[in-house]
Nanobody
Framework: VQLQASGGGLVQTGGSLRLSCAAS????????MGWFRQAPGKEREFVAGIKWRATGTYYAESVKGRFTISRDNAGNTVYLQMNSLKPEDTAVYYC???????????????????WGQGTQVTVSS
């Protein structure tokens, strides 16, 4: 199983980026997928998650209203549209997938079995 994240880059404050994460090796259409981020010297934190078959989404308070998570119809690609970016959004962003079906999105990293390699997002002030 592989999760391949892409779309990171350098952007100015107020700008936008769209991250993508393509999963291969198994289907995740019935599983929660999510995004986490880790800034230098900080713990990896939950950003957003999407339920099986896009039946619901969940966001960290710090990104609510600015970020949107979505997934394609096949369920194996998840996106993170990031708008109104701030310098504090600077981090390495990781996509993650749960190994089994769950009714709700979990925000603890321990709940996710599969991880992508990370993509750097840098927001300049």
């Amino acid at each position: 199983v592989q999760l391949q994240a892409s779309g990171g880059g350098l952007v100015q404050t107020g700008g936008s980026l769209r991250l993508s994460c393509a999963a291969s090796g198994r289907t995740f259409s019935n599983n929660v997928m999510g995004w986490f981020r880790q800034a230098p010297g900080k713990e990896r934190e939950f950003v957003a998650g999407i339920k099986w078959r896009a039946t619901g989404t969940y966001y960290a308070e710090s990104v609510k209203g600015r970020f949107t998570i979505s997934r394609d119809n096949a369920g194996n690609t998840v996106y993170l549209q990031m708008n109104s970016l701030k310098p504090e959004d600077t981090a390495v962003y990781y996509c993650a997938a749960d190994a089994r079906w769950r009714a709700e999105v979990k925000n603890a990293r321990e709940e996710y079995a599969y991880w992508g390699q990370g993509t750097q997002v840098t927001v300049s002030s």
